[in-house]
């Protein structure tokens, strides 16, 4: 009996996000992020906000596995390991400190991702880079509650424009938004949207979450990513952009009709609502049949459905 192999063009890899390996989280000019403000826990003891750094408090990604000091050894074995994919995140506030992207980029950002991905592609690894994962700009998270405010829109484009017109000719797959889905529970609002929507310091909590209020962020976040999906196919065909979604496999407890429906509801929303809007351009039925359920009601201007419309992507990925 012969034993099946993966195809020659098959990509095997791993995957990082920058908040989670980095470190060096103010070196270089680096601004701070939602995730250099989430304390360390345990089992037994929560993870916590701060609204500012503590001096004698245990952030993990301020010096997580210092890859920013190390990625040579770490892609060497990665490259050891048989890796051909790596899958990696720009932080959004090492390229642009406050997320305003009115002062220009960080120079010493984007020498680092240049250092990084030529250090891939001597290795002959394909970078695969995540454009926002977890670590929106606390600047803007203050200043707009993040993306439960429009303005985000604008500021993430250019940042996504930024790098994609930068690493292009290096990078051919990317992805706008990691586990972007993650809006359609109470833990993304801080995850996911960089929303503060109270003054505990602590994860969102059920009896204050805002359903509206992450599925319009949730809006703001489909709209900026299908408009650089539109960009970077204008700006060069050969790239490959993806959507991204946390998908969970969910089981009734029973088979009465009730828990079906139950499932079946917990399903379309967390699996199914934004691959739809992502791949197809358009909210699927079951979106609008679940706003007037729950008195949801989405600010949408008139030309953003032919922006979704236009700015589909070309994979779709999922952990």
Not at 191 to 206: E, W
Not at 255 to 271: C, G, R
Not at 283 to 298: C, G, L, S
Not at 299 to 310: A, F, G, H, S
Request: net charge negative.
């Amino acid at each position: 009996m012969s034993i099946r192999q993966f195809p020659e063009n098959f990509l095997w890899g791993g995957a990082t996000a920058a908040n989670q390996l980095e470190g060096a989280y103010n070196v270089d000019g680096k601004g701070l992020s939602t995730s250099d403000l989430l304390l360390g826990g345990t089992h037994n003891v929560p993870r916590q906000l701060t609204r500012e750094v503590r001096p004698d408090a245990f952030y993990p990604s301020h010096e997580a596995i210092d890859h920013f000091h190390r990625y040579q050894e770490d892609i060497a074995l990665f490259a050891e390991m048989g890796f051909k994919v790596y899958r990696f995140s720009i932080a959004w506030t090492r390229i642009y400190p406050t997320g305003s992207t009115s002062d220009g980029p960080n120079k010493e950002g984007l020498a680092f991702y240049a250092a990084l991905i030529a250090e891939l592609k001597r290795y002959n690894i394909e970078p695969l880079v995540t454009i926002s994962h977890f670590e929106s700009p606390i600047a803007l998270t203050k200043a707009f509650n993040g993306w439960a405010s429009r303005d985000m829109i604008e500021e993430y484009v250019t940042f996504a424009q930024t790098i994609i017109a930068n690493f292009h000719n290096d990078v051919h797959y990317w992805l706008t938004f990691n586990e972007i889905n993650m809006l359609t529970r109470p833990m993304g609002a801080y995850l996911a949207g960089g929303m503060y929507v109270d003054d505990t310091n602590r994860f969102i909590s059920p009896d204050i979450d805002s359903t509206q209020m992450r599925l319009q962020a949730l809006h703001h976040q489909f709209v900026a990513s299908a408009r650089v999906c539109s960009f970077a196919h204008g700006f060069d065909p050969r790239l490959k952009i993806g959507c991204m979604l946390a998908y969970r496999m969910l089981y009734p407890l029973t088979s009465h009709p009730e828990d079906i429906a139950l499932v079946q509801t917990a399903t379309e929303l967390n699996n199914f609502y934004c691959g739809d809007v992502q791949v197809k351009g358009r909210y699927p039925y079951f979106a609008k049949r679940y706003w007037r359920d729950h008195d949801i009601t989405i600010d949408m201007e008139p030309w953003e459905e032919e922006i979704l419309k236009r700015g589909t992507v070309d994979f779709f990925a999922l952990s």
